[in-house]
């Protein structure tokens, strides 16, 4: 049989042959003539990919920071003074802030010191910044809240920058009265969760939240005490572990 026959079929074997190689050459002829193109390793290092790396690269540089600006003369202290003040309004627009926790957020965009003390002094003058009653709001709102006993409240005040002398006029919202009233009803809540469980665990995990709160172990174990005996729990003097 020549090339040109036809096998069983009807379909010619030597063009189904020319057809297989001529397929195979074609992607290679391809590449070869459009190294840029197609799918050969050549789009993967190519020009266009080094342009794509160089872009990357120039993406993780650093921005310059506004300290950085003002020493090579590219912003004037007026520049940077009105970007300071742009920024301090936006974040007190999304939430309050302390002086020091303003300090610190410019701090870490780059602003010198020379540059946010008057902004941040011209913001005292106005009222937009008020430690006082900053750290009297923070006081209700988590005691009220969250249930935080002094101690709590007074931690969070100092980690906010807050100056002793501001939180512990602010601490005076909450008396002791009141901090035995918060402990009780987070006492009550976490006791009912329990139900149905053995009361030294009752007792255990009630006395566990209330610590995170801030409340000593003393305080706690009474409050809890206090709480299951309104469930009908028989009274109890003792806990193992727990001292006033």
Do not use: C
């Not at 300290?67 to 003040?85: F, M, P, Q």
């Amino acid at each position: 049989m020549t090339s040109g026959d036809t096998a069983p079929g009807g379909r010619g074997v030597g063009k189904r042959r020319g057809r297989r190689q001529g397929g195979s050459a074609r992607p290679h002829d391809s590449w070869a003539d459009h190294p840029g193109t197609g799918s050969g390793h050549g789009s993967d290092n190519g020009t266009e990919d080094g342009a794509e790396d160089g872009g990357r690269s120039r993406r993780r540089q650093p921005r310059r920071t506004v300290a950085e600006r003002l020493e090579a003369g590219e912003l004037t202290v007026e520049d940077a003074t009105e970007k300071a003040r742009e920024t301090l309004l936006r974040i007190l627009t999304a939430a309050p802030k302390s002086r020091a926790e303003l300090e610190q957020s410019l701090a870490r965009k780059g602003y010198p010191e020379a540059v946010v003390g008057p902004v941040l002094d011209r913001f005292d003058e106005v009222g937009l910044v008020d430690d006082a009653a900053y750290a009297d709001m923070l006081v209700r709102t988590r005691h009220a809240e969250r249930g935080l006993s002094r101690r709590a409240l007074a931690m969070e005040l100092r980690r906010r920058g807050i100056a002793e002398e501001t939180a512990a006029d602010a601490l005076e919202q909450v008396d002791p009265d009141d901090e035995r009233a918060a402990a009780l009803a987070l006492a009550r809540k976490h006791v009912a969760r329990t139900r149905g469980l053995d009361r030294d665990v009752r007792v255990r995990r009630a006395v566990g939240a209330l610590g995170r709160k801030g409340y000593a172990p003393g305080v706690s174990f009474g409050v809890v005490r206090d709480a299951l005996a309104q469930e009908g729990e028989d009274e109890f003097d003792d806990y193992p572990g727990v001292e006033d």
